[in-house]
């Protein structure tokens, strides 16, 4: 960099620049003054090489350089287009390659955080929960402040190294990184943005971070607002989107005029049309509705229906209640939750409940409304289409392409969280017959109703459910170690370590045992854990570590169903236990079979074949929707009947080779 030379001055002087001291002006080798034109310059500012040319959309060619804009004390990488800053652009510095047009203002004034440390008051308006924001928060780190307010010395260190965090990004200078596209915005205060961004036509960006990089970039569109945020690589956020005190994470897609205030999204979550406040939306949670307003809760996920709603203020003390609705769960059309209340993992909810229902303990249920009254109907989910295609898809609907993923998700439907459940369920339901009665017509459970019928066969379900999780597991270990007799296949069923057993807990996404959560927690409140880099590699390792500690688990339930020791199952335990699993994967595929076959009755065809016959109807249909045979989720399932069984007789007969 050098100053410019007399020359140099008055040339940028007959372009119709000034500068209130050209001695602070100072410029890359080899300088073209003649890129730049109608610049006043106030303050320090620098200048990089002007040698490249862009085209525009629809082919119109413009050379880097400055160009009618106010700059005070701003820095510009190599190959910048500056072109009509209305206002004026102070305090930053610009990447290489970047192009900003017809902006009114971007500024940094005084110092700023950008976004790092602002407080989001999650799922209590009435506040409580209060999470500072940071640029690499985690699902599971934003679990354990949100609801672990029973701990408050280590709330207190967390928080404490987040504001430590946030501190080391305060500076009086903002940056906008390499090849980045700022185009017909309004005005932009103490913003940070990343490589590869792209702005155009934002209405306003205040205090916040758009963590664009090269292999996930961000995209801010018309008419965008957002006030004191965090936003994540790969997020999309267009459509006059509103978005205050909000961190949005990774993957992210918000458009359509959506809503969001308060509230934390994790990894994937898609929000269009409705509105979203003081709610912790953990990885999947999905709202594409104009009427949907999502408050107050907790969810992941989640697939909300049109017109999905939660109240969390009962006219008394203000909007001070709260709700969980745990992984999987599901909201019909007009559904609504009076708050408080829990709904249990991977159920289904329909119509009005306002009786503060927890169906926490009955995981894959229906939760439907009865003339007023809500129904529980243990277990059916298990054997619903909806479910597993649901499962199928979140992997393939992961749109994160950063390398450095926050959020460590585990997919898994059946997992020691999700089966300790059942276990809990089948007691529960037993419980529940045992007090009241075995001839009792319907019974009362949680504020619910649950009819004798769906109590009997909820019991059932979570035994084939139970049988099916404890068959992969046992068939995976056992696929994945070497074991030629007896003794072998001992030594590959014990354990790696006791890591595992007791409790799980799914941390918004990381399924862990909580000893290791506990663990965590613990070492963070006395301080031998004094890093947020720390704490994210312990969330890694228990990532890492989930099948061991799965086997684990799985080991000490067939220990229960052995009655014995790993080091003293027989053969004939082993296949006992294979045959179930086979007769339970077989029997809940050949449920979610029947299930599926109801999309092809002649009620689904209702509507088809207008102005027609039966036959015509049949063509319409087939020709829209195809054949039930053909079906590609049909011959999936079947493939999966025939996979599922070669596998088992493949295990069968290795097992009963020794």
């Known amino acids: 960099m050098r100053r410019l030379t007399e020359q140099e001055i008055e040339q940028l002087k007959s372009q119709h620049c000034r500068a209130h001291d050209w001695s602070l002006i100072e410029v890359a080798e080899p300088f073209h003054a003649e890129y730049i034109e109608e610049v006043t310059f106030s303050g320090k500012v620098r200048i990089g090489r002007l040698e490249k040319e862009y085209t525009l959309p629809g082919g119109l060619a413009v050379h880097s350089g400055l160009y009618r804009a106010t700059v005070h ?55 409580g929960r209060e999470i500072p924001i940071f640029d690499h928060l985690s699902a599971h780190l934003a679990y354990f402040l949100t609801l672990y307010r ?10 404490e190294m987040i504001d430590a965090y946030a501190e080391t990004q305060r500076s009086d200078m903002g940056y906008i990184g390499k090849n980045v596209r700022i185009i017909n915005c309004g005005s932009l205060k103490n913003v940070r943005i990343g490589d590869c961004a792209q702005v155009t036509g934002a209405s306003v960006l205040k205090n916040g971070s758009l963590n664009s990089n090269e292999q996930a970039p961000i995209k801010i569109g018309s008419g965008v607002k957002c006030n004191d945020f965090i936003i994540c690589s790969g997020v999309s956020i267009t459509d006059s989107t509103l978005v205050s005190k909000c961190f949005i994470g990774q993957g992210c897609e918000m458009g359509k005029h959506y809503s969001a205030l308060e509230s934390l999204f994790f990894s994937n979550c898609q929000g269009f049309h409705g509105e979203a406040t003081a709610i912790f939306a953990g990885p999947y949670t999905v709202t594409h509705h104009k009427s949907t307003l999502l408050i107050a809760g907790m969810f992941s996920f989640l697939n909300a229906g049109s017109g999905s709603n939660q109240s969390n203020h009962m006219y008394k003390l203000g909007p001070i209640h709260q709700g969980v609705a745990e992984r999987g769960a599901k909201t019909t059309s007009d559904s609504y939750l009076l708050w408080p209340a829990k709904v249990g993992a991977f159920t289904l909810v329909m119509g009005r409940h306002t009786k503060h229902s927890d169906t926490s303990a009955l995981p894959f249920s229906y939760l439907i409304e009865n003339a007023t009254e809500s129904y529980i109907v243990p277990a059916v989910n298990l054997r619903s289409v909806g479910t597993i295609r649901d499962a199928q898809k979140w992997p393939k609907r992961d749109n994160r392409k950063d390398p450095n993923k ?21 007691e529960v339901l037993r419980d529940i017959m045992h007090l009241s009665g075995e001839g009792t017509e319907v019974y009362s459970y949680q504020n619910c109703k649950i009819r004798n019928s769906s109590l009997r066969k909820g019991i059932e379900l979570y035994n084939i459910g139970i049988k099916k999780f404890l068959g992969n597991s046992l068939i995976s270990r056992l696929s994945k170690t070497e074991w030629h007799n007896l003794d072998d296949l001992r030594r590959a069923l014990r354990p790696d370590s006791q890591v595992g057993l007791g409790e799980w807990v799914d941390c918004s996404g ?10 965590l927690l613990d070492d963070i409140q006395s301080g031998s854990l004094t890093s947020l880099e720390e704490a994210q590699q312990r969330h890694v390792e228990m990532y890492t570590n989930y099948y061991s500690y799965e086997w684990t688990w799985a080991a000490d339930k067939l220990e229960q169903v052995w009655g014995k020791k790993v080091d003293e199952v027989e053969v004939a335990d082993i ?49 829209v929707r195809g054949k039930f045979e053909s079906n590609s989720f049909v011959l999936a399932v079947l493939e999966h009947i025939r996979k599922k069984s070669e596998l088992g007789d493949s295990m069968l007969a290795r097992v009963k080779s020794i």
């Open 73 to 127: 004390n701003c820095e510009f990488g190599d190959n910048v287009h500056i072109y009509n800053v209305h206002n004026y652009m102070a305090n930053y510095r610009v990447g290489d390659d970047t192009c900003i047009e017809n902006v009114n203002s971007i500024v940094v004034d005084g110092t700023s955080t950008f976004g790092n440390g602002v407080r989001v008051p999650v799922m209590n308006e009435g506040g």
């Open 150 to 159: 029973h701990r408050p010395q280590m709330i207190e260190r967390l928080t």
């Open 406 to 426: 926050l959020d460590l998700i585990n997919y898994n439907l059946l997992s020691p969280y999700t089966i300790q459940k059942m276990y809990h369920g089948q």
């Open 510 to 519: 990381l399924l862990a045992p909580k000893s290791e959560i506990s663990r």
């Open 575 to 623: 296949v006992r236990t294979i045959e179930a699993w086979k007769e339970a994967v077989v029997g809940l595929d050949k449920l979610v079979y029947e299930d599926a076959k109801k999309e092809f009755s002649m009620n689904a065809r209702t509507g088809f074949g207008a102005d027609g016959n039966d036959e015509q109807s049949i063509r319409d249909f087939e020709n």
